[in-house]
């Protein structure tokens, strides 16, 4: 050990000269003759090389570091730990949100890989736009992958004036794709009432006016996105203006000059008024739209905006908002200063509220007289015979026909009526049979709720088959219990207008309705809330119509529009393909933070088929009269929170009698219930059945 010292001490005097230490005299230890005096280092040159050492190392960790991090970029493999079941643990892949600056411009700046098919998934990405975007366009109809893209379709409404020519059509449906096949053709109204003349009858339309009128033998729409653009006009011949909307006033005299200020297109799915000039990207807006008196502007469009939905009825003139304020010219001070647009409770036969929807910016079209309800239709037809035009060629210049007469016809519709048997052995209607659903808070009182509705076998309890799904499996009594789903069912109040931001909640719920796979059994799928006072048996009635039957199976299917200010998630109604056709593609969808909101657009990006339908729901969100009272046509009345009120409307809805189709003498709907088939618009009237015998009897 002594020796060894005795190496460590003259190595040390080597290397560091008169910086060693002295070491103490140990005792035993015999002396060293002196050696001639060592060159001593300056320290200075100690430091330049230390310094010189650090630098190098730290030069090889970044190098080393840099190779990593490009092997994990560019996809290079990696040792990966192996987890006890012998798989190796992935890594998750980086996203944008954990990317440096450089990594996410690189990836951003990466030209799109695009297939080469002629078909509408490789040419949208090519044109880089959505495929729903892509398939809208009416020229784009016959590209593969673009069935089923139809625009708006509204039950019940006629859309008159217009007509390029007629023809037989076995669907409205196909009515449409002839409609999309016509360079000419911007809406089509399709008959779908047997006892008419003109049944299955196609009119392919190109309307100079905006017209759309309650006419419960017709079904209209659109062959795509709304392509026209409109002078929006008072009776004064003043137009909605760009440029006195910034000025806070709102209209100009309409002039051709100043079309490019005047020009706004309608989009009659989402509500929204947009400027052209602008882009689109700008849209009709107001400031308090809950509140008389707001002015109207202009804002960035957002379909997640309550206050840019707007209802356009041709048959009063007035232009609409979904809080029930309708616009309203306020006359000038003066004759230098332009009227007023403003908002006002909505009051019939008001010439301020009067407003015509024009196409072309140079036709000064009159303004029809007020009208208080709706009109018989314009379309022209034969009391007796009807005139087919057959499409024989299609090009450029739109289509030449040859006239035929056939003799009318009259179709006999039979039907089985559904019975329940109890919970576990209802008999399924294969044309209507309904999967009901209801998600579930299991605080508050939609617990009481749904007992009572359990015991009571109302609401989607009296479907063929139903789930209600909650955060906790809750015994409901008779032997039900709640399916959890394993989620929190909080979600924050925000928006505009301080509504649930619901959309990751519900789209969990549907992932679990995919999942669980019941619904394939079923033709139409339902979602309830626990509030709302639903009657599926007059669903029922709405879903075996022809004009819903004979295209429920179509394409990527249909879903029911319940109000004319968008879906609204009370009861949202949609058939078996359509589901099947979220569950495949839902990816593509964006995710506006309400529910319905959500659902109505990514099921309408998808290419299902909007059917409106408002006969489904009466709430005070939809502006529904009376809703209440509970004594309307709808299907379901919303909301009612108590155990009490939930019965009291239940009771005055079902006091109006059943809902047997082949029993019941239908009349017409008037235009405050608008929407209504004749063949099921039967509450607020006496209920008939004939006997053998001919005589009518009240219906018990």
């Known amino acids: 050990m002594e020796a060894l010292l005795a190496k460590v001490e003259r190595a040390s005097l080597k290397m560091f000269g008169r910086f060693s230490y002295s070491p103490m005299p140990r005792t035993g230890v015999s002396e060293e003759p002196e050696k001639p005096p060592q060159k001593k280092v300056p320290f200075r040159k100690l430091a330049a090389l230390g310094a010189f050492g650090a630098v190098v190392l730290f030069g090889v960790v970044c190098v080393v570091g840099t190779i990593s ?13 192996i987890l006890h079941d012998g798989h190796a643990l992935r890594a998750k892949p980086r996203t944008l949100q954990n990317r440096t600056a450089e990594e996410v411009k690189s990836v951003r700046n990466e030209p799109r890989k695009c297939c080469t098919e002629h078909s509408a998934e490789c040419l949208s990405c090519q044109g880089k736009i959505s495929l ?8 784009n109809g016959n590209v593969m992958g673009c069935e ?29 794709a002839a409609c999309r096949e016509h360079t000419k053709c911007t809406s089509w109204t399709w008959a779908k009432e047997p006892s008419r003349e003109d049944y299955r009858i196609c009119y392919l339309k190109n309307q100079l ?10 079904i209209s729409g659109l062959p795509g996105h709304d392509s026209l653009t409109f002078q929006i006009r008072t009776s004064s011949d003043e137009c909605l203006d760009v440029r006195s909307i910034q000025h806070k006033q709102g209209v100009s005299t309409c002039a051709k000059a100043a079309a490019p200020y005047q020009k706004w297109s309608y989009d009659r799915i989402t509500g929204q008024i947009r400027n052209t000039r602008l882009g689109d990207r700008m849209c009709l807006d107001a400031r308090q739209a809950d509140q008389a008196g707001s002015n109207i502007f202009l804002h960035t469009c957002s379909i997640s905006f309550l206050s840019q939905r707007w209802v356009f009825d041709s048959v009063t003139g007035q232009i609409e908002n979904s809080f029930g304020f309708c ?39 009159p303004v029809p007289m007020l009208k208080t309800s709706s009109t018989a239709s314009s379309t022209t037809r034969s009391s007796t015979t009807r005139t087919t035009t057959t499409p024989t060629s299609t090009s450029s210049q739109g289509a030449t026909s040859t006239s035929t007469v056939a003799p009318a016809t009259t179709v006999t519709q039979t039907t089985t009526s559904t019975r329940l048997t109890g919970l576990g052995g209802m008999n399924v209607v294969a044309d209507a049979s309904l999967f009901c659903f209801s998600l579930m808070l299991p605080w508050g009182y939609e617990p009481d709720l749904l007992r009572m509705q359990i015991t009571e076998r109302r609401s989607i309890f009296a479907c063929e088959d139903f789930v209600v799904y909650s955060s906790v499996a809750l ?19 925000g928006g505009q207008y301080h509504t649930a931001l619901n959309t990751p909640i519900f789209k969990k719920i549907w992932t679990q309705v995919l999942k669980d796979g019941r619904f394939r059994l079923h033709e139409w799928t339902v979602k309830a809330d626990p509030d709302c006072v639903f009657l599926p048996s007059r669903l029922r009635d709405i879903v075996r119509v022809e004009s819903l039957r004979a295209n429920v199976e179509s394409g990527k299917g249909m879903f029911l529009n319940n109000c004319r200010f968008g879906l609204h998630g009370p009861l949202e109604v949609v058939s078996r393909r359509a589901l099947e056709a979220y569950g495949r593609e839902a990816h593509r969808c964006k995710q506006p933070p309400q529910e319905d909101v959500y659902l109505q657009h990514c099921l309408l990006s998808l290419g299902v088929v909007q059917m409106n339908q408002f006969n489904l729901l009466a709430e005070a969100a939809c502006r529904s009269p ?8 709808q299907a379901a009345f919303h909301p009612f929170k108590s155990l009490n009120a939930y019965r009291s409307c239940q009771a005055a809805a079902e006091t109006n009698g059943t809902w047997s189709r082949a029993q019941v003498k239908a009349v017409k709907a008037t235009a405050e219930t608008i929407g209504v088939d004749p ?20 219906v018990v």
């Open 132 to 139: 729903a975007k892509f398939c809208l366009r009416q020229k």
């Open 209 to 218: 006016q905006l017209r759309r009128e309650p006419d419960m033998g017709y």
């Open 148 to 176: 089923g893209f139809c625009g708006l379709n509204e039950d019940s409404f006629n859309y008159p004036g217009g007509d390029l020519l007629s023809l037989e059509s076995p669907t409205s449906q196909a009515c449409c």
């Open 69 to 81: 991090a490009a092997t994990t970029m560019h996809g290079g493999e990696r040792r990966r730990p």
């Open 626 to 633: 009376d809703w209440q009272s509970c004594h309307g046509p």
């Open 327 to 365: 616009m309203d010219i306020l006359p000038a001070a003066s004759v230098h200063v332009s009227p007023t647009v403003r908002l006002q409770p909505c009051t019939p036969h008001t010439e301020a509220q009067r407003w015509l929807f024009s196409s072309g910016s140079d036709k000064h079209l």
């Open 679 to 698: 063949e099921t618009a039967k509450l607020g009237i006496q209920l008939l059945s004939t006997d053998s015998d001919g005589e009518s009897k009240q």
């Open 475 to 493: 015994d409901l009594g008779s032997g039900y219990t709640t399916s959890r789903i394993n989620t929190d069912l909080h979600c924050p109040m």
